[in-house]
């Protein structure tokens, strides 16, 4: 991350959501009529408490979640001390004998320590009487934390009663958008925010999400996580809910964080004069809660060993096969996170790619491990047989010593072995399995298409899709690694990260401080090569990668079809709408005419559009298209809705009543062009219209139809990732040469660069600098002038004959450098502070 001179600015009307005027509005209200709610001082708490009891299904279900997680951590800790010190394993495992007077069967109490021989043992043993101090503090600071989460959760269930008019029965019947528009419109009756006259939902998402954004941001800029070589492992990336925890605490809440509340950055960190001041200061932090967790890491690696015995033995004990599933790690869900995206919107896309994630990772199962797998599970297999048999014969069998445990192993062994052993009906077809990958999770690496039978690419997905085993063993070695990284790796990126906050930190109108990123302007923050060419002004170094910005944008609209975006972000969608409607169409209009052609449309060499080839691609996709593009644009109800029914199925995890969706949709979706294409937004499952098709029903039927318009938005905005895409992927084409933040060299001739590595004659030119002379077409050739824009200073580039650097793109976000003649300098000028130069572009390993 390179260091960037720009200020923290408070945020124009470009960027404002308030009405015009409106901007530094303090709304009035005579201390009579004033509501329960008006002016709630801290509404990020109050935001994130109404959607926590939403996510939780109401007041009583996180009451019984709360008193449990108390009870948890009471019994994991008693019943570990009563193991230890209060069992006598000597009778248990039969090595000495129990005199009885009237029966010779020892029961389960003979091997229960009498009570004052328990206690005895455990004030004799210090490091237990440690362990219960430190247990009983946290539990204390538990206790105290539930008792005022009560409180504070009362008043957010009085608000659902008497504000919104909701009981706590009928709330899980409710979608979020539609407590979300009921939130808007009771900020005209309570003014729960003084400063606006009316709330966005961006504002709600802003303040729900204002920390969330900000990990998101820093991970896009591969400021986080920590990424480092192991022996033998190659390149990992560590990310744990233990690291990620003390970053929160580093930057957000903890004692000396940026922030002073949960709103507003801390003065000093806006400036950029005392940069190196405070680097120092954040170095120094960073070092002290290193080594406090460096102190803590007994205790804490005992508590995670004995949390996670407790948790998953008998999970593994019932499905031994489970270790062998796999789940989306916690870097994998910060990564493909969009900005603005709720913790239910994201494992809602999230678990919707599971299973072709599945399938994905399962092609590349070892032919090695495969023939080892099945030879040991034959010998394991042949002497369970035997066992089973001769128990059946007679039952006296298992009380041989170790017989009924070499049984339990056996049959753990087998279903082990069948894990590595694929499915004989298995078809290898990683390219189609990755484009309905990306359909749901909406990003992936350039060098991932094209590539999805190669093992680096299922290597580099391993890292997003980890096995369960994995995820498990990196949480118990977290307490062991995390003080490390923050003592030696975090520190040195103090000086990134104050850059970081100072340069993407913005103050919104009646939101606070939030991360710029977080506004989703294509015009600060858009790339070029995300069809963001001729909109954006962002420079390199403010430019989101993977094209975040671009469909962070294209998925809260799609979301929340009632916001306003600003101008240049409304033009963006519209035309981005526009493109894939117009495509769309060409698509429908080759394959619906001519409809005996469609099964060896594959073999042809041009296919009739872009949304043409992408419905020659994996099934899902050709029958998304066709359904959800014919029903929202020709009236192709017949074939649009069920085909668009087979899309839903073939997209979505829930397998039920999809006939029953369908018929909702049939009768109930809005089927007018003006209707679905106004203002730039298409036909999507909003809360408004949910509201309105479930008023009159059953909960059950408002609830199934706030379903199906969730699934048909889905649907949508998957339609606009693959699109962009593969629209990016085609514009991408023809690039030889690529350096740390996309830059690549190109030519009036469109020849290709010499591979020594020596550029032409003229300046090197990229998408990724706005052009001076006139606006270029998309994927046109640029001109020889370019300017490179700063934070509002622009600095003239001229053609020149300069040495290049060839680079190489590593996973998620990284650059590598590949050969290097000598590096290209930028002039410097030769007077002026350090604030004052442009950002110096570092290499990422």
């Keep these: 991350m390179a260091h960037f001179d720009t200020e923290y600015q408070r945020l124009e009307t470009s960027y404002n959501d308030s009405p015009p005027g409106e901007e530094n509005l303090l709304v009035h209200v005579p201390e009579g009529s004033k509501s329960q709610w008006h002016h709630i001082e801290n509404l990020d708490l109050f935001f994130q408490r109404i959607y926590n009891l939403h996510q939780k299904n109401g007041f009583t279900c996180m009451l019984l979640g709360e008193i449990f997680e108390l009870v948890q951590l009471v019994f994991v800790v008693t019943f570990t001390v009563f193991l230890v010190n209060c069992v006598d394993y000597d009778i248990l495992f039969a090595n000495k004998l129990v005199n009885h007077t009237d029966s010779s069967k020892v029961t389960l109490p ?180 290193g080594v406090a967790n460096l102190l803590l890491c007994p205790v804490i690696l005992i508590w995670q060993i004995l949390y996670a015995f407790f948790s998953y033995t008998e999970v593994i004990k019932r499905e031994p096969g489970s270790l062998g599933a796999r789940c989306w790690s916690l870097y994998g869900r910060c990564y493909l996170r969009h900005f603005n995206e709720l913790d239910h919107e994201l494992m809602s896309r999230l678990s919707k790619g599971y299973k072709a994630s599945s399938k994905y990772m399962n092609c590349f199962m070892s032919p090695l491990l495969t023939v080892v797998a099945k030879n040991v599970a034959f010998f394991a297999g042949s002497i369970l047989a035997v066992l089973i048999a001769l128990t059946i014969y007679d039952e006296d069998v298992l009380a041989v010593e170790h017989v009924l445990t070499s049984i339990t192993l056996l049959g753990v062994c087998i279903t082990v072995c069948r894990s590595f052993i694929p499915d004989k009906h298995l078809v290898f077809c990683p390219e189609q399995l990755l484009k309905v990958i990306l359909a749901h999770i909406h990003y992936m690496p350039d060098h991932w298409q094209g590539n999805a039978h190669r093992y680096e690419t299922r290597d580099e997905f391993a890292q997003l899709f980890q096995y369960k085993a994995v995820f498990i063993m990196e949480e118990l070695l977290s307490p062991v690694i995390t003080p490390f990284i923050l003592i030696f790796c975090l520190r040195r990126k103090s000086l990134e990260i104050i850059d970081f906050f100072r340069n993407f930190t913005v103050e919104v109108v009646g939101v606070g401080d939030t991360c710029s990123f977080a506004q989703m302007d294509v015009r600060q923050h858009g790339h070029p090569a995300w069809m963001s060419a001729g909109k954006t002004e962002a420079s390199i170094y403010q430019q989101a990668e993977d094209g975040k910005t671009e469909l962070s944008l294209m998925h809260f609209a799609i979301t929340n079809p009632h916001w306003q975006p600003p101008r240049e972000s409304t033009n963006f969608i519209s035309q981005l709408k526009e493109k894939v409607h117009r495509e769309a169409i060409c698509g429908q209009q080759g394959i619906l005419t001519e409809n005996h052609i469609f099964s060896s449309i594959q073999s042809e060499s041009e296919p009739h559009s872009l949304i043409a080839n992408l419905l020659v691609g994996p099934p899902s996709l050709a029958s998304l298209n066709l359904g959800r593009e014919a029903s929202m644009t020709n009236h192709v109800v017949d074939v649009g809705l069920a085909d668009g029914a087979s899309a839903l199925r073939s997209f979505s995890p829930l397998s039920t009543s999809q006939h029953l969706r369908s018929s909702y949709a049939s009768t109930r979706l809005p089927r007018s062009d003006s209707a679905a294409l106004g203002g730039g937004r298409a036909m999507v499952g909003s809360g408004t219209d949910a509201r309105t098709a479930s008023s009159g029903s059953s909960a059950w039927e408002g609830q199934l139809n706030s379903m199906v318009l969730s699934e048909y938005a889905s649907t949508e905005m998957s339609i606009h990732a693959v699109y962009m895409h593969e629209l990016h992927k085609q514009q991408s084409r023809g690039q030889l040469s690529r350096h740390t933040w996309h830059r690549q060299d190109s030519d009036e001739s469109s020849e290709g660069i010499p591979d020594d590595g020596e550029a032409p004659r003229n300046l090197p030119r990229s998408n990724t600098f706005p052009c001076a002379g006139t606006p270029q077409q998309e994927g046109a050739p640029l001109h020889n002038t370019a300017q490179r824009r700063y934070g509002g200073t622009t600095e003239s580039l001229s053609g020149g004959s300069r040495p290049m650097a060839r680079f190489s793109r590593i996973p998620m976000g990284g650059w590598a450098e590949e050969a290097q003649a000598s590096r290209l300098h930028d002039p410097v000028p030769e007077e002026g502070s350090e604030d004052e130069l442009p950002p110096h572009i570092h290499k990422v390993t």
Aim: proline share 3%.
């Design 110 to 289: 003979d091997a229960f320590l009498p009570v004052d021989v328990c206690g005895a043992r455990i004030r004799d043993n210090v490091f237990v009487i440690f362990i219960l101090v430190i247990s009983g503090v946290f539990w204390l600071h538990r206790l105290i934390k539930f008792i005022y989460n009560i409180c504070c959760y009362w008043e957010i269930r009085s608000f659902y009663i008497n504000a919104l008019k909701m009981s706590m029965a009928d709330l899980p019947y409710f979608t979020w958008q539609e407590m979300q528009a009921r939130i808007v419109e009771i900020q005209k009756e309570h003014q729960i925010c003084i400063h606006k006259k009316e709330l966005t939902e961006l504002d709600i998402y802003h303040r729900i999400l204002r920390f969330k954004n900000y990990m998101v941001a820093m991970v896009n800029k591969s400021l986080l996580p920590v990424r480092f070589r192991a022996p033998l492992l190659g390149d990992i990336v560590f990310y744990t809910r233990g690291l990620k925890y003390n970053f929160e605490l580093i930057f957000f809440w903890g004692p000396g964080s940026l922030f002073e509340n949960e709103w507003s950055l801390k003065p000093e960190y806006k400036r950029g004069s005392n940069r190196l001041e405070l680097a120092d200061k954040l170095s120094t932090r960073i070092l002290w809660i």
